[in-house]
Each structure stands twice: as C-alpha cells, then as structure tokens.
C-alpha cells in the first residue's frame, strides 16, 4: 500500500508516487535501494485457521543503511526476513503475495537454484542460535573453508589466510586455536562471532541479522553489535537487523521499521523515532525500555498481548491496547500516512480529521 502524505494537500488522502522520498536528513542522505519489499505477505495454514504472519509488509534497506526492524514477539519480524530470502517452509507457510526487490530483481520469481547462488553471495543471514547453524562436530576451520569454498575459487594456502583474516577482523586474537576447536567447545560468544565471519565470507551487500545476540550476555553483546558496525562501515554493506532492544535500535539504526501484528505501523529515520514516536504502538515500546544505567526493568505500558494472527480483530490491530483508541480505530484498518518530518504510519490519529494529532 502506498503511503499518503498528510499537510500537503487540503483534501487528507493523496498517493504517494515514489515510495521513500522523505524530506530533510532522509532525503539528504538518499542512496538507491537495494532491498525493497513490497506488500509482502505471508500466511501459515495451521489446522485451526490461518496465521496472518506478515500482512502487506513494505520496507527497504538502501545501499550502505542500517535498518532495525522491532517489535514484540511474535510480530512477524523473522516470518518477514525468511520470506525475503525464500526460506519459508511451505506448507504450512504460504508467500501470498508481495515483491522482493533485490537491485530491482523480484526474489520472490527466482527459481531454487538462482536463490542459493544469492545466499551467502549477495545476501547473508544469521540467526540468534549459533550452535544451531554451526555444525557441532566439525571444526570450526572446517566450517570455515567448506563456506569459503562454496563462494570463491582459492587454493589451500589461500584460503588459510582470508579465513585467518575474517576471524581477526572480527576480534579473534588466536585464530589458530579457534579454527582447531568444535562449536561445542567455544563460548556463544566466540561462535556468534564465527557465524558473523561465516556469514561475511561470501561478501554479502546485504547482512540480514535476527536478533543476533540474544542468547549472549550484555557484555558479549556490545561487543558484537560493535563489530557488526565497524565491518558496516569498512564495506558499506547494508544491514537488516531485528531486534526488540531500543538500546542496540539507538546504537547501531540508520531508520527504523516498528512491526505490530504482522504489519509495519511506524517507519522512520533513528532520530525521529527515538525522539518523536508517532504511532501509541513505537511510544509504549520505547515506554517500556529499561531506564539506562538501570538494573530493574521498568514494567511495559503497553497494557495486554498482541493479538491472535489468526484472529485479528476489525479496525487497526492494536485498538484493544492503544491508550489514544478513537471510535474509527476499531471499525476501520488505519490509513497509510507520510507526515512532514518524513515518518511513515499507520494510524488514525494522524489523519487529517480524524484526530488531535
Ligand atoms: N511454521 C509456522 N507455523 C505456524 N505459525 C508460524 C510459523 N512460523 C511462524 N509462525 C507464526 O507467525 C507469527 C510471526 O512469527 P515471527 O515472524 O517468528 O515473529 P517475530 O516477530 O517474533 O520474529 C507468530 O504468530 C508465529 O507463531
Ligand atoms: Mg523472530
């Protein structure tokens, strides 16, 4: 769905032609796209109804832009990005519908073989349980060279100095030790980091990473968060990252995309959505976030649980908790707005009319 300006015309609702043409820093600092995701949804057939996982995603990711994608649990943030990369077991998943623009070519058309010469290539993925992904019985040098192998054509000795590269690159002060062990023998710590250097083997223009860090300790995960940042920088490779922790969306987010029910409902630039949070949804979450420096979390003020995807209630999804709930709210899906500072959302307070604003 395109998003309408609002304040630029008397009448409240216009098309918006060209998606991502923000005013201000946005456009100031605009680079192509290089990952556009155009009303991407996806549905999971389960024997009780039909999970209405992602529904009418858009999102993008310009060349050299670190993107957050946040939300709680179960808001479709992963069912998105593994639908990008067609990595959606069907059944009982089903892309319904949408575009995958990857340098304006649709993934979504790609026949099987084409998409596994994109993975690791062009695009990378890492997940939040390394020891999942990795292999535990093989060395990680194994793991390591088979990857490489698969991407690039090099001689032995070659290999042994790119992949002793890649893991220094990444903080690892003895590769040497590293490479010999297996994944069960190393930290989470040590293995997020192999599966960061696994995933950057194949030079990938795009790093799409699931909440990386998760199952790390804090510590652990500043450390990575930095890294994955310092390699952004070094190759201006663009980066997809969910996440539901503010604190990595203020460290490491060019935009943000706040997802609700399987919907985007706010999508803005860092600054404007840590500091002016449009939609009730993005406010209750940076609400919610536990004050820094703080050990006790703070409690949500977002009251109740998201809904149940397979039945969503009339209206805008998140009426049954938005404290600024208007009778249209629970009648009507919200409209598709663009406000002046470029922000991008989905709901009916910013409707011309419809509300205080
Ligand atoms: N294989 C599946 N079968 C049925 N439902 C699924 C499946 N995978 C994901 N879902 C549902 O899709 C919704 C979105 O999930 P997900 O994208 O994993 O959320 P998150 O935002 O936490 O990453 C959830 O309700 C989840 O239960
Ligand atoms: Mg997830």
Redesign the pocket.
């Known amino acids: 769905m395109p998003w309408t300006r609002v304040g630029e015309a008397a009448t409240a609702r216009m098309p918006e032609q060209e998606a991502g043409t923000g005013s201000g820093r946005a456009a100031a600092r605009e680079a192509p796209a290089l990952l556009q995701v155009v009303d991407l949804t996806t549905h999971?057939h389960?024997p009780d109804g039909v999970?209405r996982?992602?529904e009418g995603v858009d999102l993008e990711v310009r060349s050299g832009e670190v993107v957050a994608v946040v939300?709680?649990?179960?808001?479709?943030?992963?069912?998105?990005a593994?639908s990008a990369m067609r990595l959606?077991?069907e059944p009982?998943?089903k892309i319904v519908r949408g575009k995958v623009l990857f340098e304006g070519e649709d993934l979504l058309t790609k026949t099987r073989t084409e998409m596994q010469a994109i993975r690791g290539q062009r695009i990378s993925m890492i997940f939040q349980n390394p020891y999942a992904a990795l292999n535990p019985l093989i060395s990680i040098g194994d793991q390591l060279r088979e990857t490489l192998n698969r991407h690039r054509d090099v001689t032995r000795r070659q290999a042994r100095v790119i992949i002793e590269e890649s893991l220094a690159r990444l903080g690892i002060s003895e590769p040497g030790r590293v490479l010999k062990s297996r994944p069960y023998q190393a930290s989470g710590g040590m293995n997020q980091r192999v599966m960061l250097a696994l995933a950057l083997l194949g030079e990938p223009e795009l790093l799409i990473a699931?909440?990386p860090t998760t199952m790390l300790d804090a510590m652990t995960q500043m450390d990575i968060f930095q890294l994955m940042l310092k390699i952004q920088r070094e190759t201006n490779m663009s980066i997809w990252l969910?996440t539901h922790d503010f604190g990595v969306v203020a460290l490491m987010a060019d935009r943000v995309v706040v997802?609700y029910a399987?919907k985007p409902v706010e999508a803005a630039d860092r600054k404007t959505i840590l500091h002016d949070p449009k939609h009730p949804y993005t406010s209750g979450l940076i609400g919610s976030v536990p004050a820094m420096g703080s050990r006790v979390k703070r409690l949500s003020q977002i009251p109740g649980e998201p809904p149940d995807?397979r039945a969503l209630p009339r209206g805008c999804s998140f009426a049954p908790r938005c404290p600024r709930a208007m009778e249209v709210c629970r009648a009507e899906a919200p409209p598709s707005l663009r406000l002046a500072d470029g922000a991008a959302v989905k709901c009916w307070l910013y409707a011309d009319g419809a509300g205080s604003g």
């Open positions: 999971f389960v999970v996982a992602a939300g709680e649990s179960g808001s479709g943030k992963s069912v998105t593994l959606i077991a009982p998943g699931d909440e969910i997802m399987g995807l």
